[in-house]
């Protein structure tokens, strides 16, 4: 998108994703990599006040509301809107809000009607004048001075159906028209691959008649193509300057903030953290019988730790981690005993992070924390499949709802997956497609492109040359090869703020739980301002554990995995 804008000269490019803010961060700082400005915005699903009416058992589609962000207050509402309508909508609904819920949520906000797909349009088309005017006003009276009357010329029928009455009631009220182009993909030949997308999203097949569908108008369209398309109206792509000069902000990259660990007497980290590594590492020497200078090199590097730990404000990422390691050995969940760099740390062992002496087997703590290298500390923190929720949920209380989430992650269209999707929308018989998937090499640790594929595959070739709609089938599919195809939930990743999270980053909720997760993946956490914390679940560790409670039931004997002898 930013290089079409760029290539075309277009000073400036908004993002308005329907309901969410997934791209928000990455296309900022992509956008403002390449000179163009970037405006944040969201087509926010609105409810309809006649929802609850619903046909053949199912509820109506919401309206959509385009919103524009204008400075960092109107960012900030977005974040709270987009966050509600995820996390107060009930599961199995579409993610929505009533109109109500903008009063107080519109400061640095500028809004668009949405075309036919809003309630406005929507009313317009329906006949329903009157009402149609009665939600102009009330939009009018959420953003005094800050609403458009938005109009498209995409070649839909609900378009020209809308156009004349819009214009003439935003002309009654005063209201600026501005002119805009829905773009979903970059030109016209690009059409039949994003058709072929809108039926994997919906479930659908390409030749079904009544489901959604697009015209080859919602490409990107350069200024002279919109100039010539309104040249009846040119005040409409006026104000399409007029909107990006009014806004002024967008989201750049900031420094994680840690919470504060809760439990540090009069909040001094630093010296909580010294305590109680001090104290576990004396315990750890008397069990392990190290005493004399041997015991001395421990205590030595111990305080080398530290002071590099407390000086690069880390204290209490050390504390919150080893709190809820600790509650979980307490209450019997079983946790692995470390891996990857952290189990190179004394602090780490002291603070029964992990379990590994890093000097009996000389692990480098530098490896993991490193002044000449700031970065932030990352524990892979293994704990038992079946009773990981259980430590996420001890944190959540610890910290408040509001501020702890999972991560979201983005599935994308692989080579054999985007091949099985398209060849199911076209209706492709199936031992076809998976003849064609199975010529496809899969190797998960070194994945081969689709073009890599069909270059490397003399037979791809045959059968794209030999029979249409094989050839029709790679040809979408090279299109839509890395696209994303869905949401879902971090196996590992969760968050925690030290403030309500909606306040940093926008919120979003997987229909399979009811736990919060952040609308940036793993890569945009922590350039929004979060740190990351890893609660992955390993099967090995329940059976070991299930091992365990076996041995002692049917044997009577206590089995401690921490301390098996190592030549046993």
Known sequence: LVKLCRKEGMPAVAITDTGNLFGALEFSLAAIDAGVQPIIGCELPIRRANADVRRNGVAPDPDQLVLLVQSEAGYRNL???????????????????????????????????????????????EGQAAAAETMLEQLEALFPGRLYVELMRHGLAAEDRIEEASIEVAYRHHLPLVATNDAYFPDADFYEAHDALLCIAQGTVVGQRDRKRLTPGHCFKSAAEMRALFADLPEACDNTLVIARRCAYMPRPRKPILPPFQDAANGDE??????????????????????????????????????????????????????????????????????GSGAGSVVAWALTITDLDPLRFGLLFERFLNPERVSMPDFDVDFCQDRRDEVIRHVQEKYGRDRVAQIITFGKLQARAVLRDVGRVLEMPYGQVDRICKLVPNNPANPVTLQQAIDGEPLLQQMREADESVARLMAIALKLEGLYRHASTHAAGVVIGDRPLDELIPLYRDPRSDMPVTQFNMKWVEPAGLVKFDFLGLKTLTVLAKAVELIKNVHGEEIDLANLPLDD
Request: net charge neutral.
């Open 79 to 125: 974040l709270r809107l987009v966050s509600r309508a995820y996390l107060g909508t009930e599961g199995g609904e579409a993610p929505q809000l009533d109109l109500e819920a903008l009063e107080g949520n519109t400061d640095g906000l500028i809004a668009l009607t949405g075309g036919p797909s809003g309630a406005f349009g929507r009313l317009l088309g």
């Open 270 to 339: 630093a010296g909580e953290l010294r305590a109680r590594a001090a104290a576990g590492l004396e315990a750890r020497l008397e069990k392990a019988g190290i005493a004399g200078e041997k015991a001395q090199a421990y205590r030595d590097r111990l305080a080398f730790e530290l002071d590099t730990i407390v000086k690069m404000g880390f204290a209490g990422y050390f504390l919150i981690v080893s709190e809820f390691i600790q509650w979980a050995k307490t209450n019997g969940i079983p946790v692995g005993p470390g891996r």
